[in-house]
Structure formats: structure tokens, C-alpha cells
């Protein structure tokens, strides 16, 4: 019988999406690895408006399994999953950020569970013991740990890493709702509506090769209080609290000025 950590029987079953934003340094490498993992059986890029060579580079790419989707303006991370989750069309659709930071050869622990029946929805956790990731930003870690906690405690599962980029679902639960936020706070709307929806939840341990400001890295502290908000807003709490009554509070606070 396989393991946790082994899924059987390898085969390309698997819709990648990879929003991308200005990732020209990072994204032929990423695509590259994407590629060449077994499970992989389309790879749908959602370029948001780049700036840069991004969609370019893309384009020299000739691997039939490839697609390039473009925004018309930028919009966010958010807003480019809503694109690439409606265009997939394999049993299974996995997140993969477009820098190097997480590695497509942790699809196998994170397809295990999905192959072997046991769950619905599995999360890649940069907490769990075992693997290695590189040491950055100590309030960074705080951070993440802190809106994990007050996730869990609105929508009552027991994660350890709800901000992760690495989230994997069968088709099916992506096609149970529809993704409203635009940027970073999709990370714990999908975790909520997950939550809501009942499916079952499993947690494997990843590597995780974080980058610095200096690297590209665009997550800030606007995007931490939007994903306080959308915690309680897609949590079963929301509507009795009349959260949605603070949207416009919560844009001019995160609303980035010049």
C-alpha cells in the first residue's frame, strides 16, 4: 500500500497554474521544472500585464502542454487564478508561483493524498518538519503563523500554513465556488471556502526557497491586513458580522499610494 509521501503510479493528470508578474528572471527555469515533472499534463501561465519580457519568453516556448493566458491590465494574483482555474481541464489543478521558491518536485508529496483518494483539497506546509527552507524574515514567519492561527480558528481546521502558494484540489472543488478576491487575499478565501464547502483537507511538508525584497518578493503589509479581513469575510462569521459593511475602510487602508 503507498505511502503518504509516495503517490502511485506517476501519471499526467495535473493542471498547473502559474500566475506570473514580471518574473522574466525566474520564469523559463520554473516552466522548465514544471515541465519535466511526470504529473504534469498542462501548464497555464496567466501573464498579469507584465511590464517585462515574461510573456515574451514564454512565448519561445513550444511544449504543446503550454499556454500562455494575458490580462489585459494588471489585476493581481487573485484575479489570474479566477483565469487559470476556469481554463483548466485536468482531474487535479495545482498553484505554482512563477519565481523559484517552491519546487515542482515536491508534486509528489503534495499528489499522494489526491491519488490515492484520501482528500480533496491538499496544502503544502513550509512548517512541517523534514525539509529544508532557506532562513529569511523573522516577522515575515510571525506573520504567516499568525493569520494561520486566526484562519483556523474561523473556519476550524487545524493548518499550519494556510498562506502557502502550494494548494492542490480536484477539479470538482474549484468548480464548487468562485474566487472573488483580486490579489494576495485569495490565499485565505480559498481556505475558507474549502473549509465551508467540507472537503477533505490534507497537509504535507515542502521545501520552500524564499526570496528576498531585493529578489522580486511583492507580498507587504497591506496584503497582511487585507488577509485579516477576507479571514472573517468568507468564514461562516462574515455575514452575522456585516464584515462586507467594512470593504471600503479596508480598500483605502491597503490602496497603495504614490
Known sequence: MPT??????????LSVVMPAYNEEATILEIV?????????????????????????????????????????????????LRRGFAEASQPFVIVQDADLEYNPDDYLQMMAPLLRGAADVVFGSRFMGGHGHRVLYYWHSVGNRFLTTLSNMFTNINLTDMETCYKAFRLEVLQSFQLEEDRFGVEPEMTAKVARGGWRIYEVGIGYDGRTYADGKKIGWRDGIRAVYCIVLYSAWGPRLHVRRAEPMVTWLTKKRA
Open 4 to 13: 503518504a509521501s509516495k503517490a502511485p503510479h506517476p501519471t499526467a493528470c
Open 32 to 80: 522548465r521544472q514544471v515541465l519535466a515533472s511526470p504529473y504534469t499534463a498542462e501548464v497555464l501561465v496567466v501573464d498579469d500585464c507584465s511590464s517585462d519580457a515574461t510573456a515574451d519568453l514564454v512565448r519561445t516556448l513550444t511544449d504543446p502542454r503550454l499556454r500562455l493566458l494575458s490580462q489585459l491590465t494588471n489585476q493581481g494574483k487573485g484575479a489570474a
